[in-house]
Nanobody, 124 residues
Framework: QVQLVESGGGLVQAGGSLRLSCAASGRTFSSYAMAWFRQAPEKEREFVARISRSGRTTFYADSVKGRFTISRDNAENTGTLQMNSLKPEDTAVYYC?????????????????WGRGTQVTVSS
């Protein structure tokens, strides 16, 4: 089992920045790829970013590419999502997830472990 806890959400004006953290406990965090997803009201959960077990490979949704940066520290069992140039359409609950290496990294079904989420609200 891996337990994931997100933090760092909040209210920010458009153009601002937030840094989300994901603290992992339980089984070896470095054994899993890590990703961030988000879910806005009345919308499906959508892929945001993913980082490989080693941290060497990353993937981003087109909507956040160039603005968001995913990273991880396996020694500290933490992952982060640095979000810059935030837009009102980034408003959502952000979830941290962990799972095995997969080519379908954008698919929620590929992830075994999920946090409870942290709210990000971007005002215009």
């Amino acid at each position: 089992q891996v337990q994931l806890v997100e933090s760092g959400g909040g209210l920010v004006q458009a153009g601002g920045s937030l840094r989300l953290s994901c603290a992992a406990s339980g089984r070896t965090f470095s054994s899993y790829a890590m990703a961030w997803f988000r879910q806005a009201p009345e919308k499906e959960r959508e892929f945001v970013a993913r980082i490989s077990r080693s941290g060497r490979t990353t993937f981003y949704a087109d909507s956040v590419k160039g603005r968001f940066t995913i990273s991880r520290d396996n020694a500290e069992n933490t992952g982060t999502l640095q979000m810059n140039s935030l837009k009102p359409e980034d408003t959502a609950v952000y979830y941290c997830a962990a799972g095995p290496t997969t080519i379908q990294y954008y698919n929620t079904n590929e992830y075994n472990y999920w946090g409870r989420g942290t709210q990000v609200t971007v005002s215009s």
